[in-house]
């Protein structure tokens, strides 16, 4: 595992409509640390989320990423574990050193570091990673998928009048 600069990682996502963001984000946490683990939001936080769009079953999304890593090579040094809020394990003493976040989800993890801080931990290496653009340069996002403007690896859908 020469190279690697954390021994373990972690990235969360509801990872729903598996897109080409979400492998950018999945690949680069693998890119950086030997271990990843992988908070994949339970159902009851995505329903909490009001996401503007219906989201896939926890169980469907963890086996289209399942797929995604074995299809890498990477299921065997990833750890997915379901999220059920914001924070997952990220508050507890050594159980990772780097968080690999979106522009999108960076908030989220600056407001991790504060939480661990004011509980006397260290802070977490934040790597944030640029929002993966469209055809058109809008980011690629589950909604815009959702909502048949573009497909999963951000190519826009022609509609026909």
């Known amino acids: 595992m020469a190279g690697k600069r954390f021994k373990v990682v972690a990235v969360g996502g509801t990872f729903d409509e598996l897109h080409k963001g979400h492998k950018a984000l ?17 159902d009851e936080f995505v329903a ?6 219906v989201t896939a079953s926890y169980r469907e999304r963890l086996a289209e990423l399942k797929v995604f890593l074995q299809r890498y090579g ?19 003493r050594g159980c990772l050193q780097a968080l ?5 989800t960076e908030p989220t ?7 661990r801080e004011k509980r006397g931990l260290e802070p977490l290496n934040i ?3 640029d929002m ?25 859908i022609k509609r026909f009048a």
């Open 100 to 104: 690999i976040v979106s522009r999108e």
């Open 109 to 115: 993890a600056k407001k991790i570091n504060e939480e």
């Open 127 to 129: 790597i944030v990673i």
């Open 132 to 156: 993966v653009p469209s055809e058109n340069h809008a980011p690629i996002s589950t909604t815009r998928i959702r909502r048949g403007e573009i497909d999963r690896e951000g190519r826009l």
């Open 74 to 92: 990477l299921l065997e040094r990833a750890k997915i574990i379901p999220l059920n809020d914001a924070y997952g394990v990220t508050l507890q």
């Open 26 to 42: 999945l690949l680069k946490a693998f890119e950086v640390g030997e271990q990843v683990l992988i908070g994949l939001c339970a």
């Open 48 to 53: 909490k989320m009001g996401k503007p769009h």
